[in-house]
């Protein structure tokens, strides 16, 4: 299946920034180009590489957003105009990468699978990552699936209990009524 030009300059762009991202001690949780194609607008998203790390703060991003800019007009993978976005992941943070799943294990998250048959879509809580499967629990049990099949997963951010996404805990067990 062919790649749309915006996949394909977030790839390039994903493959540029990542290079650079360790030498600042950064991690580039997600690229998105999105908009028109004759001035679209690129969305990267940081944080710290430290799993036990506070989370980026504006301060952060801002310092941040002058080499990223620089990479990016440097390579020049977007012939004309474009905006650049630099920002947190935010609470409904994307989980790319394999250190994700076991980093963000405890989590409620929503996650998308690409298959062409069957069900597509789970909503539970992430259990990790074990052997290239992802493990979710749901309502219905307990599922796995490889990693190369999943399209998407993002957490789902909880207000009313402790967890990594929502408070900035280091997760541990969760109680109260329901």
């Not at 905006?83 to 943070?93: D, F, I, M």
């Not at 990552?129 to 997963?153: H, K, N, P, Y």
Request: proline share 4%.
């Amino acid at each position: 299946m062919a790649l749309s030009m915006q996949e394909e300059t977030r790839a390039r762009l994903l493959e540029l920034l990542e290079a650079e991202a360790d030498a600042h001690g950064i991690d580039i949780v997600d690229v998105e180009v999105v908009g028109a194609s004759k001035a679209p607008t690129v969305r990267v998203r940081i944080d710290h590489v430290a799993e036990d790390a506070d989370p980026i703060t504006l301060d952060e991003v801002s310092a941040e957003t002058a080499w990223i800019s620089d990479l990016i007009d440097e390579a020049d993978p977007i012939e004309g105009h474009y905006n650049l976005e630099v920002s947190s992941p935010g609470l409904a943070r994307p989980l790319r990468k394999r250190r994700d799943f076991v980093r963000f294990a405890g989590e409620n998250v929503s996650l998308t699978l690409n298959v062409s048959e069957g069900r597509r879509k789970y909503t539970g809580r992430l259990e990790g990552m074990e052997d290239d499967q992802v493990r979710i629990t749901t309502d219905e049990g307990e599922f796995s699936f490889e990693f190369g099949d999943i399209r998407a997963c993002t957490i789902k951010p909880s207000f009313d209990q402790p967890g990594k996404g929502a408070q900035g805990s280091k997760g541990g067990k969760r109680s109260g009524k329901r």
